[in-house]
């Protein structure tokens, strides 16, 4: 039943993302094209097209990251917490698999959109690295900062911080969801509350995050922990991509089951 809901939820997004990623990429190669036809011409038309082209693009890679969250979580709560809910909740499928087909949908358009925002922010790159001669200087950065690790290291550095997107994606998500579940558990204002449990859940998860740093600091400050200061970015490397994964998955267990528990207990779709 997974697949059936999965297929059905990629369905229905698809007919928004798509567009929005074409009208990404279309942007994206106005703007180059403009790029150089301005360097080739000296017209002031052009430059003044460049600039209203380049506030374009901008506003087209910022709008696409929004659309795609702002759509996924739109999708939780039409089809879960609006009188939808009252046929989803009847299908043969469990509060697990209705959870879940959200979540890989989400993760699925999220890991689409970064493509794309790549694709496009690749496509303009190559007219201002050319407009500014600095493909040289960049290929020398980079051939330093590849050199700091081995190529096994960096095989699992990449890994890892593919998992940890991927953890941190979901906990993201799912925070929404956990917010949308626990204010729609009450009979009145569902909407409102939401959204008050959601600042709520960031701005406890802000403070917590800000006391460990400055705990961090101190520890830093006052002891001399050989992990940090041996002197090997590969040993720091790991250990930032070993807390970043371990908080993701504890976040995204916390929220999944708040948001599990509440489907299950505390629904109220009335």
Not at 89 to 110: H, N, Q, Y
Not at 225 to 241: K, T
Request: proline share 2%; net charge neutral; charged share 10%.
């Amino acid at each position: 039943m997974l697949g059936k809901l999965l297929k059905h939820e990629l369905r229905a997004t698809a007919r928004i993302m798509i567009p929005v990623y074409l009208l990404l990429v279309v942007s994206a190669c106005l703007f180059t094209l403009t790029m150089f036809l301005a360097d080739a011409y000296d017209l002031m038309a052009l430059d003044i097209f460049l600039g209203i082209l380049s506030t374009v693009f901008t506003i087209t890679l910022a709008g696409t990251l929004v659309c795609n969250t702002a759509l996924m979580v739109y999708r939780f709560y039409k089809n879960l917490m609006t009188d939808e809910g009252y046929l989803m909740f009847t299908l043969p499928a469990t509060v697990d698999g209705l959870i879940c087909s959200k979540l890989l949908s989400a993760l699925i358009w999220s890991a689409c959109t970064v493509l794309a925002e790549a694709l496009a922010l690749w496509i303009s790159a190559r007219g201002v690295f050319v407009r500014e001669g600095l493909e040289l200087l960049f290929a020398e950065d980079w051939s330093i900062i590849f050199n700091l690790f081995s190529t096994g290291q960096w095989i699992s550095f990449i890994l890892q911080a593919i998992l940890a997107l991927v953890l941190s994606t979901s906990a993201s998500f799912l925070l929404f969801y956990a917010a949308i579940a626990l204010g729609h558990s009450f009979a009145n204002h569902k909407v409102l509350l939401s959204v008050v449990f959601y600042f709520a859940f960031t701005f406890g998860l802000q403070t917590l995050g800000s006391f460990l740093s400055v705990f961090g600091i101190v520890y830093l400050a006052t002891d001399t922990p050989p992990l940090f200061l041996d002197g090997d970015p590969a040993v720091i490397v790991q250990a930032v991509l070993l807390i970043s994964l371990v908080t993701s998955l504890v976040l995204a267990a916390v929220f999944y089951v708040v948001t599990r528990l509440l489907l299950k207990k505390r629904l109220n779709l009335a």
